[in-house]
């Protein structure tokens, strides 16, 4: 990957590929979960334990291969162990708990030792090769630099996916070697042990290659995630939700969305994003663990950690910060930043300003160029604006201020004191023109010119006045 980031930890959809691996496991109920990890383990295994507290964690020593790796994930289980044990990988994100199932009932169901989960590929290069019997059951598995040349003709691969009978498992793993091109403790070694002590070993073709591929670089990590993007997209689209582009549309795997909902090209819906019945979202939108109620209204915005009621409508261009709470049908306009407020029913917060920090009540009106100023520079306050409030153009509220149901703000008010219920607050000193500045001032300019041109113009016609009189 090139990454300082271990590779299971790179993320698409929403999740880490190790995240959607155990969500894959955990899907089938285990009785006991168990990651094998080496490699950046203590970040490794921090991840593992945020997203599954329950996972059981196993290390791997120095001894290479996956049948090693196996064979100490067994170590971390009670020796007496029986039934099936699945085997599966963290950097398969596209595998899926119903082929695992499909995977172990077939398995539980010809009481096989061993059942392998393979694929058909056009190109084989690099994979395992299924070898088979006359019968159909599987003879063996041929890793690439150990097969022949008709051998690798074959296009059944190996998934490195199985289910196991626990105590063949537990015994054929006592006898693999690490005498192979690789030097390493091959886990498919197993099937051809089994097979030799009478057990019989099988395999399950999936028809969706994708659930088996792997990422080792940046190319197919982005792969994987634009083909889960395509089948989360037709999944919501197969449920009622209009995706007017889906090569614009981008949905992680924990996104809620409800029928009638219409997502506009260029719209991002990250985390755990959720939206109601009849909701519009986007063009150009990004919702990251967004609540967006029935009916709302999202237009070229970044809304981030918060709520829309229903009804509610944000944009174009606003930036929604973390706990910004929008009422039932209330409004917050173009280009205007929130953070951690409460806005009421029905109030509007429509053009070019910044709310941070405070409470609004029902039906206020906040008017353009409005601010909160929340922060001292060693504290934020809040701000506290009630219900029927009509506040206007480029009034700054001082923090911690209080303003009552139903006042007033004149224009350019900057307020620094509680206003009382139905109260205007004015901070206008008198206006004073000093005539004659520009031409005294800046004598030549083209303002100058027209100011010139302008009072003479204004002579004249005083002058055509008096004479009429």
Same mark, same amino acid.
């Given at each position: 990957?090139? =990454?300082?980031?271990?590779?299971?930890?790179?993320?698409?959809?929403?999740? =880490?590929?190790?995240?959607? &691996?155990?969500?894959?496991?955990?899907?089938?109920?285990?009785?006991?979960?168990?990651?094998?990890?080496?490699?950046?383990?203590?970040?490794?295994?921090?991840?593992?334990?945020?997203?599954?507290?329950?996972?059981?964690?196993?290390?791997?020593?120095?001894?290479?291969?996956?049948?090693?790796?196996?064979?100490?994930?067994?170590?971390?289980?009670?020796?007496?162990?029986?039934?099936?044990?699945?085997?599966?990988?963290?950097?398969?994100?596209?595998?899926?708990?119903?082929?695992?199932?499909?995977?172990?009932?077939?398995?539980?169901?010809?009481?096989? &030792?061993?059942?392998?989960?393979?694929?058909? @590929?056009?190109?084989?290069?690099?994979?395992?090769?299924?070898?088979?019997?006359?019968?159909?059951?599987?003879?063996?598995?041929?890793?690439?630099?150990?097969?022949?040349?008709?051998?690798?003709?074959?296009?059944?691969?190996?998934?490195?996916?199985?289910?196991?009978?626990?105590?063949?498992?537990?015994?054929?793993?006592?006898?693999?070697?690490?005498?192979?091109?690789?030097?390493?403790?091959?886990?498919?070694?197993? @099937?051809?042990?089994?097979?030799?002590?009478?057990?019989?070993?099988?395999?399950?073709?999936?028809?969706?290659? *994708?659930?088996?591929?792997?990422?080792?670089?940046?190319?197919?990590?982005?792969?994987?995630?634009?083909?889960?993007?395509?089948? #989360?997209?037709?999944? *919501?689209?197969?449920?009622? +939700?209009?995706?007017?582009?889906?090569?614009?549309? *981008?949905?992680?795997?924990?996104?809620?969305?409800?029928?009638?909902?219409?997502?506009?090209?260029?719209?991002?819906?990250?985390?755990?994003?959720?939206?109601?019945?009849?909701?519009?979202?986007?063009?150009? !939108? !990004?919702?990251?663990?967004?609540?967006?109620?029935?009916?709302?209204?999202?237009? $070229?915005?970044?809304?981030?950690?918060?709520?829309?009621?229903?009804?509610? =409508?944000?944009?174009?261009?606003?930036?929604?910060?973390?706990?910004?709470?929008?009422?039932?049908?209330?409004?917050?306009?173009?280009?205007?930043?929130?953070?951690?407020?409460? +806005?009421?029913?029905?109030?509007?917060?429509?053009?070019?300003?910044?709310?941070?920090?405070?409470? #609004?009540?029902?039906?206020?009106?906040?008017?353009?160029?409005?601010? !909160?100023?929340?922060?001292?520079?060693?504290?934020?306050? $809040?701000?506290?604006?009630? =219900?029927?409030?009509?506040?206007?153009?480029? !009034?700054?509220?001082?923090?911690? +201020?209080?303003?009552?149901?139903?006042?007033?703000?004149?224009?350019?008010? #900057?307020?620094?004191?509680?206003?009382?219920?139905?109260?205007?607050?004015?901070?206008?000193?008198?206006?004073?023109?000093?005539?004659? *500045?520009?031409?005294?001032?800046?004598?030549?300019?083209?303002?100058?010119?027209?100011?010139?041109?302008? &009072?003479?113009?204004?002579?004249?016609?005083?002058?055509?006045?008096?004479?009429?009189?």
């Amino acid at each position: 990957m090139k =990454s300082a980031k271990p590779k299971i930890l790179h993320e698409i959809g929403g999740r =880490s590929m190790i995240g959607h &691996a155990l969500a894959a496991a955990e899907g089938l109920e285990p009785q006991q979960l168990v990651a094998v990890v080496r490699f950046e383990r203590e970040r490794v295994v921090e991840h593992l334990l945020r997203i599954n507290p329950g996972v059981v964690i196993a290390d791997q020593d120095e001894v290479p291969g996956t049948g090693r790796a196996v064979q100490q994930g067994l170590d971390q289980l009670d020796p007496t162990l029986e039934g099936t044990i699945v085997v599966t990988y963290g950097d398969v994100p596209l595998l899926t708990t119903d082929l695992l199932s499909e995977l172990v009932a077939t398995h539980d169901r010809e009481g096989n &030792a061993v059942t392998v989960l393979t694929a058909l @590929l056009d190109d084989a290069t690099g994979y395992g090769r299924i070898l088979r019997a006359k019968d159909g059951t599987v003879l063996g598995i041929r890793e690439h630099k150990d097969a022949s040349d008709e051998e690798r003709a074959i296009n059944e691969v190996n998934s490195g996916i199985y289910a196991f009978d626990a105590q063949v498992l537990r015994s054929a793993l006592s006898e693999v070697t690490t005498e192979n091109a690789q030097g390493e403790m091959y886990l498919t070694d197993v @099937l051809g042990i089994a097979r030799s002590t009478g057990g019989r070993v099988a395999a399950v073709v999936t028809e969706d290659p *994708w659930q088996v591929e792997g990422a080792n670089d940046r190319v197919q990590l982005a792969a994987l995630g634009k083909e889960m993007n395509r089948r #989360i997209l037709e999944k *919501w689209m197969r449920a009622g +939700v209009s995706i007017i582009d889906t090569e614009t549309t *981008w949905i992680d795997v924990e996104v809620a969305l409800s029928n009638d909902v219409t997502i506009k090209p260029g719209t991002q819906l990250l985390g755990g994003t959720a939206i109601g019945t009849n909701a519009v979202i986007g063009p150009d !939108t !990004t919702l990251t663990n967004t609540q967006v109620g029935p009916g709302a209204k999202i237009t $070229r915005s970044d809304v981030t950690d918060s709520t829309i009621a229903e009804g509610g =409508s944000v944009g174009p261009f606003a930036y929604l910060r973390p706990k910004t709470n929008l009422g039932p049908d209330a409004r917050i306009g173009a280009f205007y930043e929130t953070k951690n407020i409460v +806005v009421g029913r029905g109030s509007k917060l429509s053009h070019l300003g910044y709310a941070g920090d405070a409470e #609004i009540g029902e039906y206020t009106n906040i008017g353009c160029g409005n601010i !909160t100023a929340n922060y001292d520079g060693v504290n934020k306050h $809040r701000t506290l604006i009630g =219900s029927h409030v009509r506040t206007a153009s480029n !009034t700054v509220f001082v923090a911690p +201020v209080t303003i009552g149901d139903g006042a007033y703000t004149g224009a350019g008010a #900057i307020v620094r004191k509680n206003v009382p219920a139905g109260a205007l607050a004015l901070s206008v000193a008198p206006q004073r023109n000093s005539e004659g *500045w520009t031409m005294s001032k800046r004598p030549g300019s083209a303002a100058a010119e027209a100011a010139f041109k302008s &009072a003479l113009d204004s002579g004249e016609n005083a002058a055509s006045t008096d004479q009429a009189k």
